[in-house]
C-alpha cells in the first residue's frame, strides 16, 4: 500500500511538473493610431502595445501563445531564430509551414526550444507588418550549468557575482528605424516607382524615439552634400511626383532604461526589429562588455560601440561605475543614405529627471556613427567567436550557390527568380511541395544529418548590403571576401588560393550575417541540418524581402514528422496561380 500511495505520488508529482514546465501566453493583434514618435500613425500593436510583451521560458521549457488575430488582414508570428525541432508547423511562415490566420481566427504555437538560451524575439511575417510594430522580446534564461565567458571580464569574485546578477535581470529593447506611414504604402510606392523607402522619421527604442532635425551644416559635415531636412540623399531625378520628405521635429518621452538600487552592472539586449537601416549603439562615457550575438554567449570584446543589423540580437554588460545621473543611449545609422540619430536614456539609482530631455553627456561616436577617437574600439562582428568555442563541420556534404541581383527596378533575387509575395496564401511547401516555385530547393536534396554550405555572392552593380536571415538552423559564418567566388566549393577554394578568406576554426555561429555591399563581394556560411526542417532563407530589409530575395530551404523531408490535420484544415484563401505575376503583386 505505501509503495502504491508513493509510485501515485510520483505520479501526481510529475504531471504537476509537466504542467509547470508550459509557459503560456495570449497574444492579441489589433491595429491602433500611435504617436509613441511624437507623429500620430496607424500602428500594428501586441496587447495593445508595441513592442509586445516580453516573453520569458527557461531553457527545455515548452512555450505555448495562443495568437488572437483581431486584424483586417491575415497574419503569422514568426518566432524569429528558434529551432522548430520536430514541429516545423511553428515557425510561423505563410505558405512554408502554416496557412495564414485569417482575420477574427486564431493559431496556438506551442514549441520547446531545446539548446537555446539568450535573446530572441518574435514577429509578424505577413506582409512587412513586424516593420510597423508586430514585434515584441523572447529571453530564454540561460541554464545555471552554462559556461559564462565572466571571468574574462573580470576576475573579481565580486563583479562575477553581479554580472550573473544582472543576466538574471536583463533589460530588452527593440530598437528600429520608423516611418510616418505604414510600410505597405511605402512597398506601393517602391513597386511603382523603384524609389526606395530609406528615409526613416526617426530611430526609436521599445517604440519610444524623436524626430531630431540636424542643421543641414552638421549634415554635411557628416554625411557630405546634397541632403534633405531629415538627412537623406535627394531622390533620383524623374520621381517629381515622390512626396517630398520634410523634417517635424518632436519632443516625445525617451525610454528610460531605469538601473536599480544596488545594481553594479547591467545586462541589455538589443533586438534590431526595423526595416532599412543598420545600427551603431553606443552608451556615452561608458565603455561595455559584448557578451554574447543572437542568443548565445562570445569571447567578450570591450568597446565602445557595437552594431546590429537587421534581424540580429547583441547583448551587452555595462558596468555602473560613473557619477549617478543620465547617460545618453546613443543610435546612429551606419547606411550612407541617411543620416539620422536616435537615442534614449539610461539612469543611475536615485535620479529624477525629465524623460523628454536627452542627457548633456559626451557621446563617443559623430554624428555618422563613426568614432570621434580612431583609437576607440568598435565591435568586430569577424571576432565574435562562441563561448565556450564549437568550431563548425570540417566539411560539407551539399554546396548552395546563390547570386545576388536587382533584376528590375522593384526586383531583388537570391536565385533565378523573385520569390513572389502571393505565395503568402499557397498551400504550404511542408505539406504540399507542388507550391515550391523557382525559388524553392527541394526534391530530396538537403538530407537530414548533412552539412551544407551556402556562398552567396554580389552580382554586377549590386551596390548594398544584405543582412540574410536563416530560419531554424544557426549557421557559422566562415569566409567572406570579394572579386567574386571563382572555385567550385570552400574545399577547393582554401586548395587554391582562397585561404585567407576563411575561418574554420573559431567563426561566428549567428543566425544572422550580411552580405556587404560591392559587385563580387561574397559570404560563405556553413550549418548542419541536425533536425528536419522547410526553412526561409532571405534578406530582412523589407524592400529586398519584398520584392522577391528569398529562397525555401527544404530540409531532411525524409524524416519529416506527420503534420497535425487539424492545421491542414485551418480556415484559408483558396485561389488559382496566376500564370505571371510580379514579386510585389
Not at 505577413?126 to 559556461?147: E, H, M, N, T
Not at 520608423?178 to 512597398?187: C, H, I, K, T, V
Not at 533620383?236 to 515622390?242: I, K, L
Request: charged share 20%; net charge negative.
Amino acid at each position: 500500500m505505501v509503495q502504491l500511495k508513493n509510485a501515485f505520488l510520483a505520479t501526481l508529482l510529475t504531471h504537476v511538473g509537466l504542467a509547470e514546465a508550459v509557459r503560456r501566453y495570449n497574444l492579441t493583434l489589433t491595429y491602433a493610431w500611435d504617436k509613441q514618435d511624437g507623429h500620430g500613425r496607424p500602428t500594428y500593436l501586441i496587447n495593445n502595445d508595441t513592442p509586445g510583451p516580453v516573453l520569458t521560458v527557461d531553457e527545455d521549457e515548452t512555450l505555448e501563445a495562443f495568437v488572437d488575430n483581431q486584424l483586417q488582414i491575415e497574419t503569422t508570428i514568426h518566432w524569429h531564430g528558434i529551432y522548430q525541432i520536430n514541429e516545423p508547423w511553428n515557425d510561423g511562415v505563410p505558405g512554408v509551414t502554416q496557412w495564414a490566420t485569417e482575420p477574427r481566427d486564431n493559431y496556438t504555437y506551442r514549441f520547446t526550444p531545446h539548446g537555446q538560451y539568450g535573446s530572441y524575439f518574435y514577429h509578424g511575417h505577413f506582409g512587412p507588418a513586424f516593420s510597423d510594430g508586430q514585434r515584441g522580446p523572447l529571453w530564454i534564461k540561460p541554464a545555471d550549468w552554462r559556461p559564462r565567458p565572466y571571468e574574462l571580464i573580470s576576475e573579481k569574485e565580486d563583479d562575477i557575482r553581479a554580472m550573473r546578477a544582472a543576466e538574471k535581470n536583463p533589460r530588452h529593447i527593440i530598437i528600429a528605424d520608423w516611418n510616418d506611414q505604414p510600410m505597405d504604402m511605402y512597398l506601393i510606392r517602391f513597386r511603382d516607382t523603384g524609389y526606395i523607402p530609406t528615409c526613416a522619421n526617426s530611430l526609436t527604442l521599445n517604440g519610444r524615439g524623436a524626430t531630431r532635425c540636424e542643421s543641414a551644416q552638421d549634415l554635411e559635415d557628416a554625411g557630405g552634400p546634397g541632403r534633405n531636412e531629415r538627412g537623406c540623399l535627394w531622390r533620383m531625378p524623374g520621381y517629381e511626383y515622390v512626396n517630398v520628405d520634410y523634417c517635424t521635429e518632436t519632443h516625445p518621452e525617451l525610454e528610460v532604461l531605469q538601473a536599480n538600487p544596488g545594481e553594479e552592472w547591467v545586462w541589455i539586449n538589443f533586438i534590431h526589429s526595423g526595416a532599412h537601416h543598420s545600427l551603431a549603439i553606443s552608451l556615452d562615457e561608458h565603455e561595455f562588455w559584448v557578451v554574447a550575438a543572437d542568443g548565445e554567449f562570445v569571447y567578450p570584446q570591450k568597446v565602445v560601440r557595437t552594431h546590429v543589423n537587421l534581424g540580429e540580437r547583441t547583448s551587452i554588460l555595462v558596468k555602473l561605475d560613473k557619477p549617478g545621473g543620465d547617460y545618453a543611449l546613443r543610435l546612429h545609422s551606419l547606411r550612407s543614405e541617411q543620416i539620422i540619430q536616435g537615442a534614449g536614456i539610461l539612469r543611475y539609482p536615485t535620479t529624477k529627471l525629465s524623460n523628454k530631455t536627452l542627457p548633456n553627456t559626451k557621446s563617443w561616436l559623430h554624428l555618422n556613427g563613426s568614432v570621434v577617437n580612431p583609437q576607440d574600439r568598435c565591435m568586430d562582428e569577424m571576432k565574435l567567436a562562441p563561448y565556450p568555442p564549437r568550431p563548425p563541420p570540417k566539411k560539407a556534404d551539399y554546396t548552395l550557390k546563390f547570386m545576388v541581383n536587382m533584376t528590375g527596378p522593384s526586383t531583388w533575387v537570391l536565385n533565378a527568380a523573385p520569390h513572389e509575395f502571393f505565395r503568402q496564401n499557397v498551400p504550404p511547401i511542408l505539406w504540399d511541395e507542388k507550391s515550391c516555385g523557382k525559388t524553392c530547393w527541394s526534391n530530396g536534396i538537403l538530407r537530414n544529418g548533412s552539412v551544407v554550405d551556402l556562398i552567396i555572392e554580389n552580382g554586377a552593380e549590386v551596390d548594398s548590403n544584405h543582412p540574410f536571415h536563416k530560419h531554424n538552423h544557426k549557421v557559422w559564418v566562415i569566409g567572406q571576401g570579394d572579386g567574386g567566388f571563382p572555385w567550385k566549393d570552400v574545399e577547393d577554394a582554401i586548395e587554391n588560393g582562397g585561404a585567407e578568406y576563411f575561418n574554420l576554426v573559431n567563426p561566428p555561429r549567428r543566425d544572422g550575417f550580411t552580405l556587404y555591399a560591392g559587385e563580387g563581394k561574397f559570404v560563405v556560411v556553413r550549418y548542419e541540418i541536425d533536425f528536419p526542417a522547410v526553412s526561409m532563407l532571405h534578406c530582412h530589409m523589407i524592400h529586398h524581402f519584398a520584392s522577391g530575395q528569398q529562397v525555401i530551404l527544404v530540409e531532411g523531408m525524409e524524416v519529416m514528422p506527420p503534420v497535425p490535420q487539424a492545421l491542414k484544415d485551418k480556415p484559408h484563401v483558396e485561389f488559382e496561380f496566376p500564370l505571371r505575376y510580379g514579386p510585389l503583386d
